[in-house]
């Protein structure tokens, strides 16, 4: 009836030529395809080709919501970084210390003046006469002698 | 993963096979035409992200298990057409006129280098081999298809068919010399 040879049984290779005989048949059978079957086929591709692209972009957006959420709960992205958090902690504290050293210093710096107004005004005579008969303040300047 | 472009080569490959596969099974174009896109649907949703080797069998076991859904519906609704047809009165021939050649029309002009008489031959040598391939019984038709036309390996028929692989081998054999029998009997030489 036809031109095809089959040969089947008995050996793998006569087997593998009956099948190769048989696959190259479909294969034409599937090349004659009309196209009212192969424009059908070409859009349900496109349709899964589709569904495939929103699946992946609803995966890659819960993806997103989820890293950021587990660094939120593990204090990641949304919180200073350790050096930063250490800086914000220990800058009170310096500026503390820093104000309490500046006050002791001034102090001193202003008794300091104060004494040496009063060095000054002895050394000058500026003293009033009276001051010397104040008997404390003659007890001041015989202790102070040099 | 496989990229869309990759998803979109393996179906443009597949698509016309896994039709022919349908058609094989349901005997119904618009039918089988549907079973494909379920199967591409599926496939596209629920393993997109899979590599892109992963897809051929994938998508086989995706297809077979439509056509066997396919058929056990099939089996509930006929038991309802068969009760309201035997209240109804004698059965009509609506399903009786289904003629397999339909579906393999070929495109005119696709063939212009060939002689009318060997165009002929050839379209009629692949009818009768599809007739005979329809003819197979299931599984050993799913077993010959997947096997030396989709190339799978035999693990991978085995795991789109969901059976042993030794049950494989044995649809394989069974379909081979089932075929190369019956198309000796139409003619065929040997």
């Known amino acids: ?146 | 993963m496989a990229s869309r472009q990759e998803l979109s080569d393996f179906l443009s490959s597949v698509e016309r096979r896994a039709f022919k596969q349908a058609v094989f099974a349901v005997r119904d174009d618009d039918t089988a035409l549907d079973l494909v896109q379920d199967a591409m649907m599926r496939l596209a949703e629920r393993y997109g992200d899979k590599p892109a080797e992963e897809l051929p069998m994938l998508f086989q076991r995706i297809l077979q298990n439509r056509i066997h859904d396919h058929f056990r519906r099939g089996k509930v609704r006929n038991f309802w057409v068969t009760l309201w047809s035997a209240l109804r009165g004698p059965p009509g021939e609506a399903d009786d006129d289904f003629d397999p050649l339909e579906s393999f029309e070929a495109e005119e002009g696709s063939q212009a280098a060939e002689s009318t008489e060997d165009r002929v031959a050839s379209e009629q040598s692949v009818r009768i081999i599809e007739e005979e391939i329809e003819r197979l019984p299931t599984r050993q038709r799913e077993a010959f298809l997947l096997r030396y036309w989709e190339d799978l390996d035999v693990a991978e028929t085995a795991a789109a068919m969901g059976c042993s692989q030794g049950s494989v081998k044995t649809h394989c054999s069974r379909a081979t010399h089932s075929l190369a029998a019956a198309l000796r009997s139409r003619g065929f030489k040997s």
Request: no cysteine; glycine share 6%; hydrophobic share 45%.
């Open chain 1, 1 to 146: 009836m036809t031109n095809h040879s089959f040969r089947p049984t008995r050996s793998s290779r006569t087997t593998d030529a009956f099948t190769r005989s048989v696959v190259s048949a479909l294969d034409a059978g599937a090349e004659r395809l009309p196209y009212r079957i192969t424009h059908r086929l070409q859009l349900a591709s496109q349709a899964a080709l589709a569904a495939q692209t929103a699946v992946l972009e609803t995966v890659g957006a819960n993806v997103l919501a989820t890293v950021h959420a587990g660094s939120r709960a593990r204090g990641g992205h949304d919180q200073p970084s350790l050096p930063w958090r250490l800086l914000v902690t220990l800058l009170p504290v310096a500026a503390i210390i820093a104000g309490f050293v500046a006050i002791a210093d001034i102090g001193d710096a202003l008794e300091a003046d104060e004494t040496a107004e009063i060095d000054e005004a002895v050394l000058t005579d500026e003293v009033p006469i009276s001051a010397y008969a104040d008997h404390g303040f003659g007890v001041f300047l015989k202790n102070n002698r040099p």
